[in-house]
């Protein structure tokens, strides 16, 4: 009996710190949670009719998107963290973004856009737990999706 009931309470004190460790670092790791707010098909350009779009002639589909994105961390980021910036990426190669701007930010959140191809980037130097960016644009693309992508160090993504 004896050798049961020890068995058994360093069975509970291992499965309690392991249970411990696993919470404390799934908890703890941080985030980026992005919010599709509006995820619209404005213009279907089908039959090949001339549309036009701030003077513009459309070749594809016009979208229009619309992202929240909030990091939340226990620890702030820097420029050392990132090897890829914080990113929109279109799966279309020949994706044509207009008026891609930040509606909101917080206040210690100052990020500038740049487009890059098939690419919208959040160019920062830092970022803080609760940093919250409200971005959206209109897009001349063919599929109409669009993903986040990044690689901070030790931060996953999460899309509601």
Known sequence: M??????????WAVASIIITIYCFVTVRKPKFI????????????????????R????????YYERFLLCYIGANDTNVKDMEIPLS???????????EAEIIKS???FLPKLEIKSNEI????????NG???????YAESKTGKFHLQHR???????IK
């Open 2 to 11: 004896g050798f049961v009931s020890d068995f058994l309470s360093h069975f």
């Open 34 to 53: 992005v919010i599709n707010k509006v995820r619209a098909l404005v213009v279907a350009n089908q039959n090949n009719l001339d549309i036009k779009f």
């Open 55 to 62: 003077q513009n002639n459309l070749c594809d589909n016009l």
């Open 88 to 98: 929109i990426r279109s799966s279309d190669d020949k994706v044509i973004f207009h």
């Open 106 to 108: 917080s206040s210690t």
């Open 121 to 128: 980037q959040v160019a920062s130097q830092s970022l803080k």
């Open 131 to 137: 940093d919250v960016l409200d971005l959206h644009f």
């Open 152 to 158: 901070y160090f030790n931060v996953e993504k999460k």
